[in-house]
């Protein structure tokens, strides 16, 4: 059981650690990780307060309300006259580095490059 703990521990910790600097380095880069950190603790913290049902019910609201922003932003983007879409193939095909491809496939690989 003490087995068990310890690893849950460290991959949720490992994955605080890599979700606190993927905020820092894209979202603000001038914060602390301390603080990073400390605000996804407390956020985890008053959601495991809740019941299963209400934060499975608060989910399912934030993709209804999201999911037409998202359609709308799409729409725009695609129907925008200044889209360059050979550009965007340029970007598809060509041939990326490793630390951009770690950066993008993180939620499969759970790795980041730094």
Known sequence: MLLFISLWFLAGGITLIAYSEITK???????SSFYIILA???VVALISRTRSESVLYSMEILLILNAPIIA?????AA????MNYDAC???VT???????SLDDS?????CIAD
């Open 25 to 31: 380095k894209y979202i603000n880069p001038d914060v």
């Open 40 to 42: 996804f603790v407390l």
């Open 72 to 76: 709308w932003v799409f729409y725009k």
């Open 79 to 82: 129907t925008n006259p200044s």
């Open 89 to 91: 193939m340029e970007i």
């Open 94 to 100: 060509r041939k990326k580095t490793y630390s951009l």
């Open 106 to 110: 993180y939620y499969w690989s759970g």
